[in-house]
């Protein structure tokens, strides 16, 4: 088993793209996927932020630290402000929250609002498996996933086959938040005299 990247023993097999990595390029290729997520959503790295403690809450400052070492300014904080806010998820949760809402017929634009409203960067491309891994990597205790109850079985399904499917779930919804938001803004046009 050879890291795909530079042929040192590999620590890590991603079966939904078919590639093994060694620690170190495991560690640059999420360090790499953080980047392109921040670059889509437009994250300004001038701007102070507070970010949301979540279970993989270290990860995300691991990785931005070392992006963009100290220059960016970050505060922790346990509760949801009205200011510009990092919440740092994974894929299944943020996946998981929105079925979750449909399932119990809840208002979807509930979940989309809570991830995708004014002022949230939302970071979320990072399956568990590859945090807790990271976690090992760098020493730390990831602790346990949150049981998603009856949408667990979907996700089930999608781990065992459709880890694609997984990624475009996340990437639809993040699509209808978009679109959803653009709705919004022209309303408010729309209403104001
Ligand atoms: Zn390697």
Not at 20 to 34: A, K, N, V
Not at 77 to 95: A, G, H
Request: charged share 35%; glycine share 6%; hydrophobic share 40%.
């Amino acid at each position: 088993m050879k890291c795909f990247s530079c042929g040192r023993k590999a620590v890590i097999c991603l079966d939904y793209i078919d590639r093994c990595y060694c620690r170190d390029c495991f560690l640059e290729l999420l360090e790499q996927r953080l980047k392109k997520e921040l670059r889509r959503t437009g994250f300004d790295s001038e701007k102070e932020y507070y970010m949301l403690e979540t279970p993989t809450s270290w990860l995300a400052e691991f990785l931005l630290k070392k992006i963009f070492k100290d220059r960016l300014r970050i505060k922790k904080t346990k509760r949801m402000k009205n200011k510009d806010m990092i919440i740092p998820i994974y894929l299944e949760k943020y996946v998981s929250d929105f079925l979750g809402a449909m399932l119990e017929q809840e208002d979807p634009a509930r979940i989309i609002e809570k991830y995708h409203g004014e002022n949230i960067y939302i970071l979320k491309h990072f399956l568990w498996g590859e945090i807790s891994l990271a976690g090992k990597l760098l020493g730390i205790n990831p602790g346990k996933r949150e049981s998603y109850g009856e949408v667990d079985i979907l996700l089930e399904v999608f781990r065992d086959a459709h880890w694609n499917a997984l990624f475009g779930a996340a990437n639809s919804i993040e699509k209808l938040a978009g679109m959803i938001k653009l709705l919004r803004e022209k309303r408010r046009k729309r209403v104001k005299p």
